[in-house]
């Protein structure tokens, strides 16, 4: 990534302040590409976070303070609080990925995995590109032993996001399995 595109990339950030962002923000695209066409590690990460910072501003602050009050619930480790507030989240704002992705993680995290596929394939409808909600269904289809799927979410996972050292891994491992069953 040349600097001139990284500072480009950070102004419109820092530009931006309250406007709207989501799933459907112009700033998206070029990051995507920039996230597909980085040859390192670090580069990767940082395009990544700050896609990542984009699909949390849902463009409204109530929704926006909603998000983060159920983001602090889930880091102290109060998962009926933060998904009640998801909840509430999905409610206000139907359209908006990412509080579809955070109440997904928590169902993950509360062991209801019925529920968390539920909402990864709500949040995968809005943003078809959305590697953490492709992660977490390859933790799924990993936790119920369906290697097959948990390999295809993870493969792509790597066609949006092809330095994941996560998703190089658990592919890496799953490939593996697949390859024991057949000897």
Same mark, same amino acid.
């Given at each position: 990534?040349?600097?001139?595109?990284?500072?480009?990339? /950070?102004?419109?950030? !820092?530009?931006?302040?309250?406007?709207?962002?989501?799933?459907?923000d112009?700033?998206?695209?070029?990051l995507?590409?920039e /996230?597909?066409?980085?040859?390192?590690? *670090?580069?990767?990460?940082?395009?990544?976070?700050?896609?990542?910072?984009?699909?949390?501003?849902?463009?409204?602050?109530e929704?926006n303070? !909603?998000?983060a009050?159920? @983001?602090?619930?889930?880091?102290?480790?109060?998962?009926?609080?933060?998904?009640?507030v998801?909840d509430?989240?999905?409610?206000?704002a139907?359209?908006?990925?990412?509080?579809?992705?955070?109440?997904?993680?928590v169902?993950y !995290?509360a062991?209801?995995?019925?529920?968390? @596929?539920?909402?990864?394939?709500?949040?995968?409808?809005?943003? +078809?590109?959305?590697?953490?909600?492709?992660?977490?269904?390859?933790?799924?289809?990993?936790?119920?032993?369906d290697?097959?799927?948990?390999?295809?979410?993870?493969?792509?996972v790597? *066609?949006i996001? +092809? @330095?994941s050292?996560?998703?190089q891994?658990?592919?890496?491992?799953?490939?593996?399995?697949?390859?024991?069953r057949?000897?």
């Amino acid at each position: 990534m040349t600097t001139i595109r990284v500072t480009f990339i /950070l102004m419109a950030l !820092l530009v931006s302040g309250n406007a709207p962002a989501d799933q459907a923000d112009q700033r998206l695209e070029p990051l995507f590409e920039e /996230l597909k066409a980085a040859g390192e590690v *670090e580069q990767a990460r940082f395009v990544e976070q700050l896609i990542w910072r984009i699909w949390l501003e849902s463009g409204r602050p109530e929704v926006n303070a !909603l998000m983060a009050k159920g @983001m602090a619930a889930m880091a102290v480790q109060k998962m009926e609080a933060a998904r009640a507030v998801f909840d509430q989240v999905v409610v206000l704002a139907p359209e908006y990925a990412e509080g579809w992705n955070k109440r997904a993680t928590v169902h993950y !995290l509360a062991d209801d995995l019925t529920a968390s @596929m539920r909402d990864i394939e709500r949040t995968l409808a809005l943003e +078809p590109r959305h590697f953490g909600a492709l992660s977490g269904m390859g933790l799924i289809f990993a936790e119920i032993e369906d290697v097959e799927g948990a390999l295809r979410a993870f493969e792509a996972v790597l *066609e949006i996001h +092809p @330095m994941s050292p996560t998703a190089q891994a658990s592919a890496e491992e799953l490939r593996e399995k697949l390859r024991d069953r057949t000897l």
